[in-house]
């Protein structure tokens, strides 16, 4: 009777569990779990046969993707659960509808990525030579330039977008007007450019496993140094791994031919080549090189989880001509991990909210040593970082106390070069900016001696002058 009472207990328990993975989390660690059971059902099929697979279980099959890739093989799909199957039929198809994204997926570096680009950049890359883009990057570029129509295509890219839980993602809301390029394709394109690169020439012997290629790249955990001492190919150095393989003409050339190719393939009435598209391509090309090649990946409020600003946020006027330089001091450890970084902005925010009564998290950016920027105020709204100096230039602070030791080499670049590069570029600091450190203006010891005599080094560091 009580073993039986147990039994029932267990099986109600049971219930539930199956219930709730009914709806699958919608994470790169489910997919990867999912590749594993196509790969354990027939542990004699190689890499290419595996992505074969995922792209018959997503359906990515058009006459551009035959042309690189050749048509589905006829072997049945494999018998394999049918929650692994139902989720990789419905995350690797790429959908957008007008608030949300679907076959994309959360990282755990906090990325969100789509996963058609990857696979398709991934098996291209083993059967092409080097820098062969079109498959992952070049056409959904090119479409996303020409639908967009007339320079400048501001609008031509992106958005990214948050999800409604981190722990327990499902819903991928995205933040503006879709385009055929979201951040989470662009992600999955480079991925798959970065991946498939790696790869090329290499199909006759290739990795014995994609799903440990993934963890590999995906799930690497940093420690110490971190990305200063982590392996190449990990997703923290997208954007670096990326810049050391494509160049923006090469990008320009292999869009314009994927446009050409798709057009002839499709038979598809869309806007002839010339002048005008030429153009049109040259001003994607660039907005793509600001927004993805010089600029950091900044990880929005909303994936961090921030609370709303407190009252009516000011306006500043750009471009800037300052840059100030703080640490947190408190926390007083680099974060190493999303997780990490994003609970740091949160406990900052409530303290300088609750406890300081300021209307938000007072830092304009905040570096992690996770390979990422946090959105702090912003680009658009004054902040609250160096008193007397809010309106006049951006508030940059590291996440650790740097008192006596330095952020990772890494880490420090990611602000002095490619945040910088990113304001400039985008008109939000002028060319000439100036960077201070806290203390140069506000009796503080921020940013701690050892980070405040680093930047003493950087290019664009000036004393502060004195008013005759
Ligand atoms: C996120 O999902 C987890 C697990 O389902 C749940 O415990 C948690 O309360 C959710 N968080 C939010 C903010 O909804
Ligand atoms: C920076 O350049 C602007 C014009 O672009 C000029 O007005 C300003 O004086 C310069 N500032 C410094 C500090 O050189
Ligand atoms: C700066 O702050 C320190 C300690 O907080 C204080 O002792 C010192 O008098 C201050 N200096 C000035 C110029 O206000």
Not at 225 to 241: D, K, T, V, W, Y
Not at 345 to 355: E, G, L, S, T
Not at 440 to 453: H, I, W
Request: hydrophobic share 35%; glycine share 10%.
């Amino acid at each position: 009777m009580g073993s039986m009472a147990i039994n029932i207990v267990a099986m109600v328990a049971l219930g539930t569990v199956a219930l709730c993975h009914a709806a699958p989390q919608r994470t790169m660690e489910s997919f990867i779990t999912a590749v594993e059971q196509v790969e354990e059902w027939d542990p004699e099929m190689g890499v290419l046969s595996v992505l074969k697979t995922l792209r018959r279980f997503g359906g990515l099959d058009d006459p551009f993707v035959r042309h690189f890739l050749g048509p589905p093989s006829e072997t049945p799909l494999p018998t394999i659960p049918s929650e692994a199957s139902d989720f990789l039929r419905s995350a690797i198809s790429h959908r957008v509808t007008e608030t949300e994204e679907e076959g994309v997926v959360l990282t755990g570096d906090g990325t969100t990525v789509a996963l058609a680009p990857l696979i398709l950049g991934v098996e291209a890359g083993l059967l092409a030579p080097p820098g062969l883009y079109p498959l992952a990057l070049a056409r959904t570029l090119g479409l996303a330039f020409l639908r967009a129509g007339t320079p400048p295509l501001w609008d031509s890219l992106g958005p990214g977008g948050c999800w409604d839980n981190l722990t327990s993602p499902r819903t991928f809301t995205l933040s503006g007007t879709p385009t055929p390029a979201t951040d989470a394709v662009v992600n999955g394109g480079m991925d798959g450019v970065i991946l498939g690169a790696e790869l090329s020439g290499r199909a006759p012997k290739p990795p014995p496993r994609l799903s440990g290629l993934l963890r590999l790249y995906y799930q690497h955990r940093l420690q110490g140094a971190g990305l200063s001492s982590a392996p190449r190919l990990i997703s923290p150095r997208r954007r670096e791994n990326f810049r050391t393989l494509v160049s923006p003409s090469l990008l320009q050339d292999q869009v314009r031919e994927s446009l050409a190719l798709h057009r002839r393939l499709t038979a598809h009435p869309g806007p002839e080549e010339g002048q005008e598209s030429e153009a049109v391509l040259r001003a994607g090309v660039e907005l793509f090189v600001h927004r993805y090649m010089d600029c950091p990946a900044i990880i929005p409020r909303c994936q961090w989880g921030a609370e709303p600003y407190r009252g009516t946020p000011t306006q500043l006027a750009l471009p800037l001509s300052f840059l100030y330089v703080h640490h947190t001091y408190q926390p007083g450890q680099p974060c190493l991990s999303f997780d990490r970084c994003a609970a740091d902005m949160r406990a900052m925010q409530r303290f300088h909210q609750d406890d300081r009564g300021w209307d938000d998290i007072g830092y304009s950016f905040v570096v992690g040593s996770d390979g990422y920027v946090y959105e702090g105020r912003g680009w658009q709204w004054r902040g609250a970082h160096t008193k007397g100096h809010n309106s006049l230039g951006y508030g940059v602070s590291f996440i650790g106390d740097y008192t006596a030791s330095l952020p990772s080499a890494h880490t420090l670049a990611l602000a002095r070069d490619r945040l910088t590069a990113c304001a400039v570029g985008g008109a939000r600091l002028t060319a000439n900016y100036t960077v201070h450190g806290h203390r140069q203006l506000v009796n503080t010891s921020c940013p701690g001696d050892a980070l405040f005599s680093e930047i003493k080094g950087w290019p664009h560091f000036r004393e502060v002058e004195v008013k005759p």
